[in-house]
């Protein structure tokens, strides 16, 4: 099983940016796919997820609602991280991580069987 994600990069405060997870070797369309950040000397922290279920019901953290959404292509094994509106504290190693369930505990990185590499973004101000 692979997960790439890929898309970062380096943008100005109220930019746009819209990372993306491919992956490989396993029934996509059977697992949630969440985000995950983690800035230099913090904590790895929940973005976002998009559930296998329906593949549309999303949950995102309280800091992204409103200026990231999360989208799923099943036919393409892939998974869009559009964030928009980006803020320097939004500067951090975003990871693409697929779990095998289908509702609850979506900040939980227990709950998530695979994961990627990260991707990095950068927002300056």
């Known amino acids: 099983v692979q997960l790439q994600a890929c898309g970062g990069g380096m943008v100005q405060a109220g930019d746009s940016l819209r990372p993306s997870c491919t992956a490989s070797?396993?029934?996509?369309?059977?697992?949630?796919i969440g985000w995950f950040r983690q800035a230099p000397g913090k904590e790895r922290e929940f973005v976002g997820a998009i559930s296998w279920h329906d593949a549309v019901s999303t949950y995102y953290v309280d800091s992204v609602k409103g200026r990231f959404t999360i989208s799923r292509d099943n036919a393409k094994n892939t998974v869009a991280l559009h964030m928009n509106s980006l803020k320097p504290e939004d500067t951090a190693a975003y990871y693409c991580a697929a779990g095998r369930f289908a509702s609850g505990q979506f900040s939980n990185t227990r709950k998530y069987d695979y994961w990627g590499q990260g991707t990095l973004v950068t927002v300056s101000s």
């Open positions: 070797g396993l029934t996509f369309s059977r697992y949630t």
